[in-house]
C-alpha cells in the first residue's frame, strides 16, 4: 500500500530519496524552505555570471549513472558532462604550481618531474586505491550502517590495517616531496577531516581524483539539481518551496504530521534531508536521539567562507579549479580543528567555472569562486569577511602574478551565519560530519529513529557522508530501510 510520505528539505539526498519512494508506489512530497531546491548546491545568477553556490567538482561519475540508471534513465538524458583537462592545478609560490592533467599517465610525467622514481610509486597507491574504490564504492558504501557486521567482509578484513593507518602515513610512506605529499592528502579534505585523522583505507579518493577524473557538467552543479528534480516531478513527487517546516509532532512514540508555516500536515512516515542536529530539534525533547553533548564532541567537517565574483576580465595563469597551498597546511587545520579560531594564513581554493563554461559568464568577463575551509561557529562578521578578501586577493595577484582587484564588478560573500540562517546548519557547518574512523557506517548518526517509529533520517550528516555522491547514496539506502521496514 502507498503511504504518505512527507521530507524535509530538498538537498540531494532528499531529491534521491524521493525519485526512490515515488518509484515505490508512495505518495511523496518535499518541503523546503527555500525558495529553490537544491539546498547546499542551489545556484547565484547576477548580473549575466552564474555560480554554483556549494559544490563544484563533480567527482565519481559512475555513482551518478548508477542513480539514474535506477530509474532506465542516464546522467546525459538530463546534462552535459565536461571532462576537465587539465583536472585542476595547485599554487606552492609565486608562477609556482604543479598541473594535474586529466590522465594517470601524465600524472606520472609529472611526479616524475617532481621527484624522480616517484611515478612508480604513485603507480602502485593508486592501483591499491582503486582495489578500495572497487570495495567501498561499488559495495560498502551502499551498506545501511545498521550493524558493524556489514564492515566485515573476507576483502575487509585483509585491509583491516588501513582502517588503523592513516592517509596521512600511507602517503608519506611512500613519497618524500612535500608538494607531492599535499596533492596526495588533498582528496580527502572532502570527507571533512585532516588526513592524519582519515583512515588510509579511504585512499579509494585518491582513484576517484587521478583514475576517474574530474568533470563539470555544463551551466554548473545546478544542472544535476535540475535534473533531479525533473525527475522526481515525472515520478509524480510534489515539490513544495518556501516550507519552514517549524515542529514534528510525536504521539505515543509515532510521528503523526509536520507544522509549516503554522499548517499542520500529516503523514504515515517523515523523512528529514535537513542537517539531523537540526531535525531533532523540531521534535518533544524525549524523542530526540542525541544529546548537545553528543554533537559538541563530534568531528564536524569544516565551515567556509565563499566569495562569488564577477570580473570585469579574464583571469590568467589559473585553471577552472586551481588550489592555493603556498602556506603551513598544518597551522591552518589546527585552526579548523583543534583551536577554532580563524586562520592567519589560510590555505584557500578558486574555481573559475567560465574557463570550460561560457555560460557562467558575459564575454570577455570571468566568474570566480573563492572559497577558504573554516573552523564551524566561529565569529562571523563584514570586517572579518572583509579582511579575510583582501588577505586572499594579495596573496592571489602575488602568486598568479596579474592584477585583479580593480577589475571586481561584485564579490558576494557566503559565511557560516549564511549556512545556519539559509540551512538551519549546526554551527554554519558547509560539508556535514566527517568520515573519521570513529565516525564511519554504523558509527554515525542513523538513518532511522530509535524514538520514533516512522522518522527517518537522510542526508551528510547520517550515513554514509559528507559530498554529492555520499548524498545520492543516502537518499538510496534511506528510501531502502523504508521500504523494508514497511514489508
Ligand atoms: C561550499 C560547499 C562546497 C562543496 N563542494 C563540494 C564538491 O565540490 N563536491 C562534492 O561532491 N560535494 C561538495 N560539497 C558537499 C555537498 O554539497 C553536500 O554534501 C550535499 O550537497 C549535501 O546534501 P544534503 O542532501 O545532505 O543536504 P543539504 O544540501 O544541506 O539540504 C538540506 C535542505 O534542507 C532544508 N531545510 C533545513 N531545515 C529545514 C526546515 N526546517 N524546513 C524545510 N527545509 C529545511 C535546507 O534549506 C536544505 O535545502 C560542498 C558543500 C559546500 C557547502
Known sequence: MGQKIAIIGSGFSSLAAASYLAQGGHEVTIYEKNST??????????????????????????????????????????????KLGPAYSVYFGENDFITIEDTLEKICAAFEA????????????????????????????????????????????????????????????????PRLVSILEFPVLFLGAKPSNTPAFYSFMNYADFGLGTFHPKDGMYSVIEGMKQLALSLGVTIQTDQNVEKINVEQGHATSLVSNGQHISADIILSGADYHHTETLLPTKYRQYSENYWENRTFAPSALLFYVGFDKK???????????????EAHAYTIYDEPSW??????????????????APDGKEAGIFLIPLAPGI???????????????????????????NFVIFNESFCINDFV????????????????????????????????????????????????????????????LIEKHLN
Open 379 to 405: 565569529e562571523d562578521t563584514e570586517a572579518i569577511r572583509e579582511q579575510y578578501f583582501d588577505k586572499i586577493m594579495t596573496r592571489f595577484e602575488y602568486l598568479t602574478n596579474q592584477k585583479v582587484r
Open 315 to 329: 583571469i590568467e595563469n589559473v585553471e577552472h579549479h586551481t588550489l592555493f597551498f603556498d602556506v603551513d597546511f
Open 37 to 82: 531546491v537544491g539546498g547546499r548546491a542551489r545556484q547565484l545568477k547576477k548580473d549575466g555570471f552564474v555560480f554554483d553556490i556549494g559544490p563544484t567538482w563533480y567527482w565519481m561519475p559512475d555513482v551518478f549513472e548508477r542513480f539514474f540508471g535506477d530509474f532506465g534513465k542516464k546522467p546525459s538524458d538530463y546534462y552535459e558532462l565536461i
Open 114 to 177: 617532481e621527484e624522480p622514481g616517484s611515478s612508480i610509486q604513485l603507480k602502485i597507491f593508486i592501483a591499491e586505491a582503486q582495489n578500495n574504490y572497487e570495495i567501498a564504492i561499488k559495495d560498502l558504501v551502499y551498506r545501511p550502517g545498521v550493524s558493524p557486521l556489514e564492515l566485515v567482509t573476507p576483502v575487509t578484513m585483509k585491509k583491516i590495517g588501513q582502517f588503523f593507518s592513516t592517509i596521512s602515513k600511507q602517503v608519506r610512506k611512500k613519497f618524500e616531496n
Open 421 to 480: 540562517a539559509d540551512y538551519n546548519s549546526y554551527k554554519g557547518n558547509a560539508y556535514g560530519l566527517a568520515n573519521t574512523l570513529l565516525q564511519t557506517a554504523f558509527l554515525r548518526p542513523k538513518l532511522k529513529s530509535k524514538k520514533v517509529k516512522n522518522l527517518y533520517f537522510t542526508g551528510q550528516l547520517s550515513v554514509p557522508g559528507p559530498g554529492v555522491p555520499p548524498s545520492l547514496i543516502s537518499g538510496k539506502l534511506v528510501a531502502s
Open 343 to 360: 586562520p592567519e594564513n589560510p590555505l584557500f581554493y578558486a574555481s573559475f567555472p567560465s574557463k570550460t563554461d561560457k555560460h557562467c
